[in-house]
């Protein structure tokens, strides 16, 4: 059955980010039993507006100057939604805000949570959108308020409701549990093992009974992540046999994803978990070496590669196997040698001329020079790039509640180490490491450098929590 006792919640705020916008109302209808209750309150954010949210939602600046701050309201959010279960449509924002707003106090918020957009994709997997305007279009639910914070709550609620009136009860029922994952504790771990596991990003470890780990994750919320393992119908054959063995759960926090990623990546490499056979064959990374001139490319380990300079690099692939399957598709692709690539061994005519999928430079009826000058071209698309950057840069994450920041310092694609205070920071910059190449560690960078703030030095160094 529905979870009971459950809140239905919505927030309406300033902007989309949970560290600098902020709450400007709150909606909850609780639901015990049959009872329904309905609380709403307009919140001052201490700060403006944006014309566009004003126009929105229809609070504005003027609404919200007499409100309640978030401080006076605290204690009334908090017992409204005690108990429950915290349910809204994508409630990784909601959630987060509020979070945050209770952060700001130095006061902790936990609940377990459940977000409509998860229920409406798993229940109507045909449908094609899933925002709340559609659902209340498909479900013919009432929308009186819309965009504002009580209203949006009523329409989950009715939502819900809808649910149980179109489908079986079971198979709402199941959709639920699955979002929900309640986990089973393995039996050699306490009780309250999850207790002390916050909700924040960082990486966890599984002990059994020897000191190495038997697998290290990371995760943006790792108590959820954890109690994903041990969920009753254990995702994979790894959480299975895991449940069996693990005894003991340690955790480090960090402040975002980023420090998360490496530092899962530096454990993975350095302690060779039993479990994370996939994750250690990042370790195995390689890059494709092509030289100037005609020849079949290397294949390069990190250990290898000069980080200041790249060119003529192609990667990374997860192996050497993947490096080949690489070079036989673009092989297809622009009709390349497969004996000028290094793909096979042979005399005269490769396989791929016989069956005339080769332009033919292996009998003559090309240069190599032309050949290999193609063969650069179709690998391009896979040339590892240049350190974008004169020297070093920072890369600083501040945890939702604001409670924690970390700085990464980068230099040529190499992590140099991350600091958590001042007195680390300044240490870290006075003792310059020459750290090691790592194409995971350029892999994580390469697809997050455009969205992260990057700061070049010299700069002013930042105030840390």
């Not at 009872?35 to 949210?53: D, G, H, K, M, Q």
């Not at 697998?215 to 790894?238: C, M, Q, T």
Request: aromatic fraction near 8%; hydrophobic fraction near 40%.
């Amino acid at each position: 059955m529905f979870p009971n006792p459950v809140a239905f919640v919505d927030l309406e705020t300033t902007g989309m980010t949970a560290t600098g916008d902020r709450v400007t109302e709150v909606g909850i209808v609780r639901v015990d039993g049959d009872r329904a209750t309905e609380w709403s309150s307009l919140v001052n954010p201490e700060c403006s507006i944006p014309p566009a949210i004003q126009a929105l939602t229809g609070i504005t600046n003027a609404m919200v100057a007499n409100a309640p701050r978030f401080a006076d309201i605290a204690s009334e959010v908090a017992t409204r939604i005690a108990g429950c279960v915290f349910v809204a449509h994508n409630a990784r924002f909601d959630y987060a805000f509020l979070k945050r707003e209770f952060g700001r106090l130095g006061q902790a918020f936990t609940a377990k949570v459940l977000c409509t957009v998860k229920l409406s994709r798993r229940l109507f997997a045909d449908g094609a959108r899933h925002n709340l305007d559609s659902l209340i279009e498909r479900h013919r639910l009432p929308s009186h308020d819309r965009h504002r914070a009580l209203g949006d709550a009523r329409i989950l609620w009715a939502f819900v409701q809808a649910l149980y009136r179109d489908r079986p009860a079971d198979e709402v029922d199941a959709a639920v549990a699955r979002i929900l994952r309640t986990p089973s504790l393995p039996p050699h771990l306490p009780a309250g093992a999850l207790d002390a596991i916050p909700e924040s990003p960082g990486i966890y470890r599984f002990y059994g009974l020897n000191p190495m780990p038997l697998y290290v994750g990371k995760s943006i919320n790792l108590r959820e992540r954890v109690a994903s393992h041990f969920s009753s119908d254990y995702r994979s054959a790894n959480d299975l046999r895991l449940s069996t063995e693990v005894v003991r759960i340690e955790f480090e926090e960090t402040a975002g994803e980023l420090g998360a990623l490496l530092r899962e990546s530096q454990l993975i490499k350095s302690l060779f978990p039993v479990y994370n056979q996939r994750l250690r064959r990042r370790a195995d990374l390689i890059a494709l070496g092509v030289t100037a001139e005609p020849s079949p490319p290397d294949y390069l380990h990190a250990d290898v590669i000069e980080p200041r300079e790249l060119h003529g690099l192609y990667g990374p692939f997860g192996s050497r196997r993947a490096a080949r399957e690489t070079l036989r598709n673009i092989a297809a692709e622009a009709a390349l040698c497969w004996r000028l690539l290094g793909l096979e061994r042979r005399a005269g005519p490769c396989f791929a001329r016989q069956i005339k999928k080769c332009a033919g430079a292996c009998v003559g009826a090309e240069t190599l020079e032309a050949h290999h000058e193609r063969f650069r071209q179709a690998l391009a698309p896979y040339a590892l790039r240049q350190w974008p950057y004169d020297g070093m840069i920072s890369i600083q994450e501040t945890s939702l509640t604001g409670e924690r920041t970390d700085v990464h310092l980068f230099r040529d694609w190499c992590w140099l180490g991350t600091a958590g205070d001042e007195g680390s920071l300044h240490e870290l910059l006075e003792t310059p490491t020459r750290a090691a190449f790592d194409l995971d560690i350029y892999r994580i960078l390469c697809k997050r450098l455009p969205r992260l703030r990057v700061h070049a030095f010299p700069y002013e160094l930042p105030a840390m929590h």
